[in-house]
């Protein structure tokens, strides 16, 4: 079962104020970004954020899942404890890169 529209939107309103939201569709699933750093994965439904340092202690009783087959283990995050997801995700964007932009095909260094 795919992530549903209402679902994301649902996301992306509980954790509003955290900073700049927005979110992409990826592989029929998706990637919700903070101040265009991307933070939250959301896969059938259910919100995923990467097992880091900085918010072990916080996720310590949070349940553990795979967004997708192939991927390392993530936290799911209870998007419906509202502060606690900011709090959380105010954490992991402190410590997230934005990503660097990819190059296009057949684009050469100079």
């Known amino acids: 079962m795919a992530t549903t529209n209402e679902y994301i939107e649902y ?21 919700v970004y903070i101040n265009n750093k ?11 954020v990467k097992k880091l340092d900085v918010i072990e202690e916080k996720m310590k009783h ?23 997801s900011k709090t959380v995700l105010t954490e992991l964007e402190k410590v997230t890169p934005i990503p660097k932009p990819r190059k296009k095909k057949g684009e050469t260094k100079k």
């Open 62 to 84: 949070a349940e553990i899942g795979y967004p997708y087959k192939g991927a390392k283990e993530h936290y799911v995050l209870d998007i419906d404890d509202i502060e606690f």
């Open 11 to 31: 996301v992306c309103e509980q954790i509003r104020g955290v900073g700049e939201i927005r979110y992409q569709k990826m592989f029929g699933e998706f990637m």
């Open 38 to 48: 991307p933070i939250i994965i959301v896969c059938n439904n259910v919100p995923f």
